[in-house]
């Protein structure tokens, strides 16, 4: 999928119209909010955003 730049915010907006309409209209009785979760290492303790960044390295390491 390929946006330009001043498409963000249109896109954005009719995602977030999407979304909500699958989450109110078609699934409303199920509980998305059972997923909103950090992410566990193994021993099932939290780990912050900072730290799965280090580990995933810089994205524009792939670049050359």
């Given at each position: ?11 954005l ?5 999407t ?32 730290v ?13």
């Amino acid at each position: 999928m390929f946006l330009y730049k001043e498409d963000f915010n249109k896109f954005l907006n009719a995602l977030t119209e999407t979304v909500n309409y699958v989450k109110t209209d078609l699934m409303p009785d199920f509980d998305f909010d059972a997923y909103n979760h950090d992410q566990e290492n193994e021993n099932g303790a939290e780990v912050s955003a900072s730290v799965v960044e280090e580990e995933e390295g810089n994205i524009d390491d792939w670049k050359m």
